[in-house]
């Protein structure tokens, strides 16, 4: 270790800088400063020399130029264990810079406020990185800090070590800088590509760049850890930019869960609730009001709805409130919540109130880690306008009540876990067959999980039947009518069986497997 004496700060965030540097000052390290932040100091009363000074050359281009600079960067690159890197830099006069403190043009703040294309580019950095990067490569004689939470962890250093800084500091917040500097560059490439008119579906290289929201309980289990982390420039649908109104830390399963109520809720126009359980639902249904689809969502299945999460898209009411709380619920996930609905749900102050805008759309891709890599797919955002010019494939045609039910029931099974079956009226659904490895079981399963009779009800499959069973099972439940892809080796089969039963049969030509 070797004693500070000399130091380079520009900040944008002026957060405890003042304080900062009247701790270095105070040591007798000289202070190298740049525009602002120079002005902020010498007005605090400390002693502060300009770049510009130093280097013998002026700012220029508007500020685009200040640091970039032998003098500067030579100071910073140089190792102060090799005689020639030393010889070299005595040989121009460029004086040994022993601490960076710099952080960034705020990139990210700026195209949050929907700034123009321009205010942007002059918001991307360009001798900050290149100054933290070199003081990071260089970090056995350079200590260089790019986040204000740690000036505290360096001034008790100094303190301690009479003016030095520990090598094990210098190495983390080094490494710190490295990752500060690579997320902020990912989001100016996130930001460029809106604007890339030849853009790939999918680009060569993935940055990702999230931030860390929160430390969560635990994971899926107790023995797991688990983190939230925030996508940048998030503009669509969001659960990390939900209101929380009342209730507990959310854990690692209700956001898991809420995410899936959020993404079957965004089906509906109507009045809808969905009752979702270990991420698949359990009960949807429509209504006339609020009210009235809860009621038919839980009805759907009420031993599962026991803990789990709903999702509403309506304003919450006095009345729809007061009928939930009387089920154990986790979660209750809604674009709004009345006065009197929240005074309601303060009686079970444990239940968590999430208020989301289900109003923005879907944005992104859908990311599966695997070992080794990631799997990469858009999301399945297909959706059937005009259910009445599908290709009815039976000799009998649907009538106006079970094309709403075989509607009804597609943008459910769209959600369910394949194999999916789902059982539906025209507003509620009455059995859901979930993740079995056949078809056929999946419709067995299905049945099993109604509440009464499945007589008139109509049948939503994710895939296509494979051949005639699953038909034959869900005829035999009363079933009238099946919405499924089609695309099956033995179609001719499945449809012949339809026709033996006068079940009407509709083709989507869409596949809805989620796994």
């Not at 070299?88 to 043009?105: A, G, R």
């Not at 123009?116 to 950095?125: G, L, M, P, Q, V």
């Not at 709004?336 to 309601?344: G, M, Q, R, T």
């Not at 056949?438 to 109509?458: I, P």
Request: one cysteine or more; hydrophobic letters at 40%.
């Amino acid at each position: 270790m070797a004693k500070i004496q000399r130091a380079l700060i520009s900040v944008s965030d002026k957060r405890g800088i003042v304080e900062f540097a009247q701790e270095l000052s105070a040591r007798g390290i000289d202070i190298l400063s740049t525009g602002g932040t120079a002005k902020t100091l010498r007005d605090a009363g400390i002693a502060v020399r300009e770049v510009s000074d130093y280097t013998g050359f002026p700012e220029m281009l508007d500020g685009r130029l200040k640091t970039l600079h032998p003098k500067i960067h030579g100071g910073l690159l140089a190792r102060r264990d090799n005689i020639r890197d030393m010889a070299d830099i005595s040989q121009h006069d460029i004086k040994p810079i022993d601490m960076v403190v710099v952080n960034l043009y705020p990139f990210e703040e700026t195209v949050s406020k929907d700034a123009s294309f321009d205010e942007a580019i002059e918001n991307i950095d360009i001798g900050g990185p290149t100054m933290l990067r070199a003081a990071s490569k260089n970090f056995k004689d350079v200590t260089v800090i790019v986040d204000p939470a740690d000036y505290m962890r360096v001034v008790e250093e100094l303190k301690a070590n009479n003016g030095e800084v520990s090598f094990d500091t210098k190495f983390y917040l080094a490494r710190k800088v490295f990752s500060h500097t690579a997320r902020y560059d990912a989001i100016i490439s996130q930001y460029l590509a809106r604007y890339e008119v030849t853009a790939e579906t999918f680009p060569r290289y993935l940055n990702q760049s999230l931030s860390k929201v929160m430390d969560l309980r635990y994971g899926e289990n107790p023995h797991q850890k688990a983190a939230l982390y925030k996508e940048p420039l998030w503009g669509g649908l969001s659960l990390i930019d939900s209101k929380v109104l009342q209730g507990k830390e959310m854990s690692y399963n209700n956001y898991l869960d809420a995410a899936s109520a959020l993404e079957l809720i965004k089906e509906f126009r109507e009045p809808a609730a969905v009752i979702i359980k270990h991420n698949n639902p359990c009960g949807v249904a429509i209504g006339e009001n609020l009210l009235e689809a809860y009621k038919r969502a839980y009805k759907s299945d009420p031993v599962s709805a026991f803990g789990g999460i709903i999702a509403l898209n309506r304003e919450v009411d006095e009345a729809t409130a007061s009928e939930i709380i009387t089920l154990f619920v986790e979660v209750v996930l809604a674009p709004a919540f009345s006065l009197e609905a929240i005074k309601v749900f303060s009686k079970k102050p444990n239940i968590r109130l999430l208020q989301v805008d289900i109003s923005r759309e879907h944005q992104g891709f859908d990311l599966r880690r695997i070992p080794g890599g990631l799997l990469v797919q858009e999301k399945d955002t297909a959706m059937i306008e005009d259910f009445e010019k599908l290709k009815v494939v039976t000799k009998r045609r649907p009538t106006d009540d079970e094309l709403q039910a075989l509607s009804f029931a597609w943008r459910v099974c769209k959600h369910v876990k394949s194999n999916a079956i789902v059982y539906a009226t025209k507003d509620q659904t009455l059995g859901i067959g979930i993740g079995q490895t056949s078809r056929v079981d999946s419709a067995k399963f299905g049945a099993m999980k109604a509440q009464g009779s499945l007589e008139g009800a109509v049948v939503a499959s994710d895939g296509f039947f494979p051949q005639r069973d699953g038909i034959d099972v869900i005829a035999k439940k009363g079933v009238t009518a099946v919405i499924q892809p089609g695309g099956s080796l033995k179609d001719d089969e499945v449809i012949a069986a339809a026709d033996e039963y006068k079940m009407a049969m509709i083709f989507t030509g869409i596949r809805h497997f989620k796994h």
